[in-house]
C-alpha cells in the first residue's frame, strides 16, 4: 500500500454507506483520483470542510496496487472558494469544469500542465466572477489541446497554408480549420474574430483572456461557445453532462 502526499483540487463527492463520502480530485502528482473519505460525513470529522468542491487541499492518501479507489487519510485546506457557491451560474460553471476534467483525464495519469490550467482557470473566476463564459471558453479550448483533440490552430488542415493570414476560414464538418481554397464552399465560415479569440487562448493567460474578451459582441460569444461545445461534443460523442446558462436560455 502506497502512501501518497501531494496538492489536489477536490472536484466532487458522492455518499457512500451512512458516513462516507468518495472524493474524486485532481491530484498535482498522480492526476484523478478516487478515494474514499471515512467518516466524514460525521458532524464531527477530520476532515472539516476540506471536501467541498473546488477546495485546494494538501492530501495525504493511500492506494493500493489494482485498486481504484484510495483511502483519504488527511486533506489540510490550502485554499478555499466558498464565496464562488452564492452565484449558480458560476457553480454550474464550475461542475461543468469538474465535469469534463473526470470525462478527459484518465485516473492516474499525471498531468503537471492541466492541474495548473484547471487551477488558473479557477483563480480567474475568483478575481472576477463576470468572466466565467469567457474562461470556460479557455478552459474548453485548453483541456482539448492538453488531451490532444484541438485542431491545428496556425494552418488548413489540407494544404497547410497559414489561416493568420488575410483571406476566410472555414470549419469543416470534421471541426477542423481549412482554408478557403480547400473548403470550397465546404463547411460554415469562422468570422475572423471567433477565430482571432481562439488563437489568443493559446498565449494568453485566463485571466488576461478574460478581460481581453470584454468587449466581445453576444453573436462572438455565442459562435465562440458553439464552436469549442462541438468540438467537446464531438470528442466525447454526446454532450457534456452539465447544461451550462447559455443553453438553458438563462442570459
Ligand atoms: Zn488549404
Known amino acids: 500500500m ?8 477536490v472536484l466532487r463527492s458522492y455518499n457512500l454507506a451512512e458516513a462516507d463520502k468518495i472524493v474524486v480530485c485532481l491530484t498535482r502528482s498522480s492526476g484523478l483520483v478516487r478515494a474514499v473519505a471515512k467518516g ?15 477546495t485546494l487541499v494538501n492530501l495525504t492518501y493511500y492506494q493500493k496496487e489494482n485498486q481504484e479507489l484510495g483511502s483519504m487519510r488527511q486533506a489540510e485546506i490550502v485554499k478555499s472558494h466558498f464565496n464562488l457557491f452564492r452565484d449558480p451560474d458560476v457553480l454550474t460553471g464550475l461542475a461543468y469544469i469538474g465535469d469534463l476534467v473526470v470525462e478527459f483525464s484518465p485516473p492516474h ?9 484547471v487551477n488558473a482557470c479557477l483563480e480567474a473566476i475568483a478575481a472576477d466572477p463576470q468572466d466565467l463564459q469567457s474562461i470556460l471558453r479557455y478552459f474548453e479550448v485548453w483541456i482539448l489541446r492538453l488531451e490532444g483533440f484541438l485542431p491545428d490552430l496556425r ?19 470534421e471541426l477542423e480549420l481549412l482554408c478557403a481554397s480547400c473548403a470550397q464552399g465546404r463547411g460554415e465560415v469562422l468570422s475572423r474574430k471567433a477565430y482571432g479569440r481562439l488563437c489568443a487562448t493559446q498565449v494568453q493567460s485566463p485571466q488576461i483572456f478574460a478581460q481581453d474578451s470584454r468587449g466581445l459582441s453576444a453573436a462572438i460569444q455565442n459562435e465562440l461557445a458553439e464552436l469549442t461545445h462541438r468540438m467537446i461534443g ?4 454526446r454532450h457534456p453532462r452539465v447544461r451550462l446558462a447559455f443553453q438553458t436560455g438563462r442570459i
Open 234 to 237: 464531438r470528442v466525447l460523442e
Open 109 to 117: 495519469q499525471t498531468n503537471d500542465k492541466l492541474y495548473r490550467m
Open 155 to 173: 494552418r488548413c488542415a489540407e494544404c497547410g497554408r497559414s489561416l493568420t493570414e488575410e483571406g476566410g476560414i472555414l470549419l469543416s464538418r
Open 40 to 54: 466524514s460525513r460525521r458532524i464531527k470529522n477530520r476532515f472539516g470542510a476540506a471536501l467541498e468542491p473546488f
Open 2 to 9: 502506497a502512501i501518497t502526499e501531494t496538492e489536489a483540487l
